[in-house]
């Protein structure tokens, strides 16, 4: 594979943004710029329709921790170190640790919703506003706001397991089931801290009091914990009939309670998201590069593009003259080159940035989009262009 993107974590805080126009520094202001943005004529030949770009912070609101933010993973806990793909794939002592305390992370990922944000994301659709969304997050809130609306989720999901032999991919709710059929102890470690509210509150301090760690791959730390002594099952393909290595016939082997066995040499389940170090599969890559192409503008949700793949799609958008978006609380990865060219009477139609959550602009905007002076110009733009129907965008890459 040519140049393959490789998903690799960037711990430092960008400089505070310049916001833009001025006015956008109060909730009024921004609303109207990004009226102004998703209404503008799009400059040259691009089409009218507006790709959405989220990031961690958007689910901040369903009780999930973001990297960067004021509760951020990267801020309250400065040793947070992600799990490497290729750790993962070689060394069974980090499996047990990454799995034990996905184990317990599971449960509020399970529980959590979506929020305001998604749903606002889902009526913009509605509106005809906005054609696709490429997330980076791992918790399929977008699917299950805006099942309507085509969904790129660049860094995977978290709602299924896949093997690194066969490739085959297995529902994460059953993957929990046998992990607390093969540990006991730490199911009943779980149910405690349960009934005991520790995995509940939404509050970093009362977490850190009660010992727990969210991260925003679902992951909880438990410094203390013995993960040694955990166990998780092997892929069920691959050891009912074991696939062919370059080597010959893979061993795929379990113990009497069917946890994987370190003498096998197949037969890992990974979470079906790309892990940090791990290379971005090629049709994921080429549809996400496709969704920008087909678009006339972005729009940059709770991300400070930290990460390589989702910075490149918006500099990909900047190279196409793409009028650029961006809503985060907090600097955004070289965001002064997205907007260096604007000159005042432009912004808001040619470039927006703003400081504030997602969850209070995007209601916002939507409760002023809804007043009867847009809703007319709304119906003209989705009844009057074919652009609008994306359901096409991301066939390539379901096939
Ligand atoms: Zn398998």
């Known amino acids: 594979m040519r140049n393959p993107v490789i998903r690799i974590p960037y711990t430092e805080l960008f400089p505070p943004p310049t916001i833009i126009p001025h006015t956008a520094r109060s909730l009024p202001g921004a609303v109207a710029a990004l009226q102004e943005f998703l209404h503008a004529p799009p400059p ?17 609101a369903s009780g999930l921790a973001d990297y960067r933010g004021v509760n951020g993973t990267y801020r309250v806990n400065k040793t947070y170190r992600p799990i490497y793909y290729h750790e993962f794939l070689t060394n069974h ?27 606002a994301v889902r009526d913009l659709g509605r509106l005809g506003l906005v054609s696709a969304v490429i997330t980076q997050n791992v918790d399929s809130f977008h699917p299950r706001a805006h099942p309507e609306i085509p969904t790129l989720e660049l860094h995977g999901y978290l709602r299924s397991t896949v093997c690194t032999s066969c490739w085959n991919e297995f529902p994460r709710e059953s993957f929990q089931r046998e992990l607390a059929r093969l540990n006991p102890i730490w199911d009943a470690f779980l149910h405690e801290a349960v009934a005991s509210g520790a995995l509940e509150t939404e509050d970093p301090d009362e977490k850190r009091a009660r010992g727990i760690r969210m991260n925003p791959d679902g992951d909880v730390e438990l410094p203390e914990a013995p993960y040694t ?43 079906a998201v790309v892990m940090f170090g791990e290379s971005i599969p090629a049709k994921i890559k080429e549809a996400a590069e496709d969704a920008i192409d087909k678009a006339g503008r972005v729009l ?45 009477p432009q912004m808001g139609s040619l470039g927006v940035r703003v400081e504030m959550s997602t969850e209070t602009l995007l209601p916002a905007l939507l409760a002023q989009l809804r007043q009867p002076r847009f809703q007319r110009a709304e119906s003209r733009m989705a009844d009057g262009s074919s652009e609008q129907s994306g359901a096409a965008v991301f066939k390539d890459m379901l096939s």
């Open 229 to 271: 002594t955990f166990r998780y099952p092997a892929c069920p393909k691959c050891l009912s009939s074991p696939p062919y290595l370059a080597e010959g016939k893979a061993v795929v082997e379990v113990d009497d309670d069917g946890a994987w066995s370190p003498a096998s040499n197949a037969g890992i389940l990974k979470p």
């Open 44 to 60: 040259r030949d691009l089409p009218a329709s507006t790709i959405i770009l989220t990031g961690a912070g958007l689910s901040v």
């Open 300 to 344: 940059v949700l709770a991300t400070s593009l930290a990460t390589y793949s989702a910075w490149r799609l918006v500099k990909r958008a900047k190279d196409r003259g793409m009028p650029i978006a961006i809503v985060n609380v907090g600097g955004v990865r070289g965001e002064d080159a997205f907007f260096a060219d604007l000159r005042d």
């Open 93 to 119: 002592e980090a499996r047990k640790r990454y799995w034990a305390r996905s184990f317990l992370g599971w449960t509020t990922l399970n529980k959590a919703s979506p929020n305001a944000g998604h749903y």
